[in-house]
């Protein structure tokens, strides 16, 4: 059983910066590629960015603002969060992808975690 566990959500106001974390129990993190989803209030989740021994590759969104990256000696996938703006504002979570491929559809990660809370404010 593999558990997610993310940090490093708050409040912040628009144009600040935060960094989420997310650190993974097991020891084949490495093996996996990794992604960040979001759900704002009344929304479906969403792809943010995901990191693959390929690439990263990030929603349209937040192309530019965010920067996914990861520490396979610390079993932890980041993200870098820049110039955030109020649509930001969402429950960030990370998944593991069982495919391996960085993809953005929420079917081929098979584990979650609990998600933070990221407020922009004005």
């Known amino acids: 059983q593999v558990q997610l566990v993310e940090s490093g959500g708050g409040l912040v106001q628009a144009g600040g910066s935060l960094r989420l974390s997310c650190v993974a129990s097991?020891?084949?993190?490495?093996?996996?590629?990794m992604g960040w989803f979001r759900q704002a209030p009344g929304k479906e989740r969403e792809f943010v960015a995901a990191?693959?021994?390929?690439?990263?590759y990030y929603a349209d969104s937040v192309k530019g603002r965010f920067t996914i990256s990861r520490d396979n000696a610390k079993n932890t996938v980041y993200l870098q969060m820049n110039s955030l703006q109020l649509e930001d504002t969402a429950v960030y979570y990370c998944?593991?992808?069982?495919?391996?491929?960085?993809?953005?559809?929420?079917?081929?990660?098979?584990?979650w975690g609990q998600g933070t809370q990221v407020t922009v404010s004005s």
């Open positions: 998944a593991r992808d069982r495919t391996g491929v960085g993809s953005s559809r929420q079917d081929n990660y098979d584990y």
């Open positions: 097991g020891r084949t993190f490495s093996s996996y590629s």
């Open positions: 990191i693959s021994w390929t690439g990263a």
